[in-house]
């Protein structure tokens, strides 16, 4: 870094991603901000600078000992190798600007009197994750993924046996099907559907009441999807449908012949709630054929995937809206780790649910190319009216947007 860039930086001031330190602050101060840096995008401190942007210079001795042997030696958790480097500015005063990368070991914790304390950057400053923003954090460091969360209060009754047995037999061709309750529990808890508590009893997974669940959202409230339908271009208070989908997402089919359906899985039911809204009959060469202002294949694809890459620590539910042009898809949850937009453009997989996602894929809801926005999300949407398809993405949610 030079001293135009640096000045440049100061010039912007703090924000989510630099802040401005003394260099006299105690270590565990300074390991809050490097913490709150590594456990969200990374970032620069720039010590030796005021709150104002003024400079002040740097007067500890040996400031890159100090802070590589205490501040990062004793303080911070797991280990984090900065770049450190030190400018001389033309009135003599020094400036150190520690560079923090994002970490890959989220989250990363101060240790200080006894405690673990998790920060997170919010804005301009540092805070401490709420429990919420924790358990994202785990679950982006890759050590817990919260498909395989408890429900409590939620056991084998809550299950649909069906649903279960054609799982087994039908789609992973197991012949050994349990033959009392205590032989599913055991099943199920290899499969990652159940798992055992302190308690005795085993209760359903996360993914287990999701999949095969009776009724998901009365013991995950934010399973299933919220369907909505505005006859204008904004959301307003008349909606024409505004419907919640507790429904588990397989589909059960007859055991004679697989192709009659006995009950729809969530993307079939989504497309049956939709159809009044977003299809018609016109008459095609003397026959009428139902015609569809989005394709159906667009559709399923979107809500698969908004399911299967979920966050399932966030509270809300897969949100489908409609409005008078253009059809919006909601998954909560930012993008899990470094992914991005261009990266699943290309084809990258990085799933977050990686059990629900091989058991979507056991009933071939997804392939294992990761290819669906490359291949048919976004060339159907082009042969089918010109459009392209939007996409937004926050720490919060991905959405996409189809336009009529």
């Not at 559907?193 to 302190?198: D, I, P, R, S």
């Not at 060339?379 to 089918?384: T, V």
């Not at 009216?385 to 991905?398: A, I, K, M």
């Amino acid at each position: 870094m030079n001293h135009k860039e640096l000045l440049n930086i100061i010039s912007n001031g703090e924000n989510y991603n630099v802040e401005f330190k003394r260099d006299n602050l105690r270590p565990e101060q300074l390991a809050k901000e490097i913490v709150a840096f590594a456990n969200f995008q990374g970032g620069r401190i720039l010590l030796g600078v005021e709150d104002d942007g003024s400079i002040s210079g740097i007067q500890r001795e040996n400031l890159q000992d100090w802070l590589m042997d205490t501040v990062f030696g004793r303080f911070i958790h797991p280990q984090i190798i900065p770049f450190y480097e030190e400018l001389i500015m033309d009135d003599g005063k020094k400036v150190a600007v520690l560079t923090v990368g994002m970490g890959t070991t989220k989250p990363y914790v101060v240790r200080h009197n006894d405690r673990e304390d998790v920060y997170i950057r919010f804005g301009s400053s540092s805070r401490l994750a709420s429990r919420e923003q924790q358990l994202r954090l785990f679950q982006t460091g890759g050590l817990l993924h919260a498909e395989s969360l408890p429900i409590s209060g939620r056991g084998f009754d809550q299950l649909d046996k069906r649903r279960l047995e054609q799982y087994l037999v039908d789609i992973i061709e197991d012949d050994e099907i349990p033959s009392s309750e205590e032989a599913w529990h055991q099943k199920l808890q290899n499969l990652d559907l159940m798992v055992a508590t302190e308690f005795g009893t085993p209760v359903c997974t996360i993914t287990g009441l999701s999949l095969f669940g009776k009724q998901p959202c009365y013991g995950i409230p934010q399973a299933g999807i919220h369907l909505l339908v505005f006859s204008g271009k904004e959301m307003d208070y008349d909606a024409s449908l505004d419907e919640i989908l507790n429904i588990p997402f397989t589909g059960l089919t007859s055991a004679i012949n697989h192709r009659d359906v006995l009950e729809y899985s969530l993307p079939d039911r989504v497309l049956y709630y939709l159809q009044p809204y977003i299809s018609e009959e016109r008459l095609v060469s003397m026959r009428r054929i139902r015609c569809w202002d989005y394709p159906k294949a667009v559709i399923r694809e979107l809500i698969v995937n908004a399911f299967a890459h979920r966050d399932w620590t966030n509270p809300n539910k897969v949100n489908l809206n409609i409005y008078a042009n253009r059809l919006e898809i909601t998954s909560p949850g930012g993008l899990a780790n470094s992914m991005t937009i261009e990266k699943m453009k290309a084809g990258q997989r990085f799933p977050r649910n990686p059990i629900i996602t091989n058991i979507l894929r056991d009933y071939n809801f997804m392939d294992n190319r990761g290819m669906g926005i490359r291949r048919k999300i976004i060339p159907l949407m082009k042969e089918h009216n010109g459009t392209e398809v939007d996409f937004e993405v926050t720490e919060d949610y991905v959405k996409v947007t189809l336009w009529k």
